[in-house]
Nanobody, 121 residues
């Protein structure tokens, strides 16, 4: 029905940059919020940044001024530009999308499989 696929993770040195992308596809009527979460080993999944359909954004204090979330509604895609990366940003990054399907009155959360981001010191 719906696929949510992340890309763009990898290994980078501290101070470097990466850009994550996440595209949703399928029988999608509309998408409300889209966001990025991350989970480091031994830690709970946490919100990194989120954007509404009209572009209102919010992000964790730990990434403010370094990470920027953006969205292309025509492509059902959300991006995360990560600058000035730190070793503590190392985690699996997951994309989340609140999607309403054709023929449904409900909106539900869909998650991607995750993409690994590793920042070396």
């Amino acid at each position: 029905q719906v696929q949510v696929v992340e890309s763009g993770g990898g290994l980078v040195q501290a101070g470097g940059s990466l850009r994550l992308s996440c595209a949703a596809s399928g029988r999608i009527l509309s998408i409300n919020n889209m966001g990025w979460y991350r989970q480091a080993p031994g830690k709970q999944r946490e919100l990194v940044a989120v954007t509404t359909r009209i572009g209102i954004t919010n992000s964790a204090d730990s990434v403010k001024d370094r990470f920027t979330i953006s969205r292309d509604n025509a492509k059902n895609t959300v991006y995360l530009q990560m600058n000035s990366l730190k070793p503590e940003d190392t985690a699996v990054y997951y994309c989340n999308a609140q999607i309403q399907l054709f023929g449904s009155v409900w909106t539900r959360d869909y998650w991607g499989q995750g993409t690994q981001v590793t920042v070396s010191s």
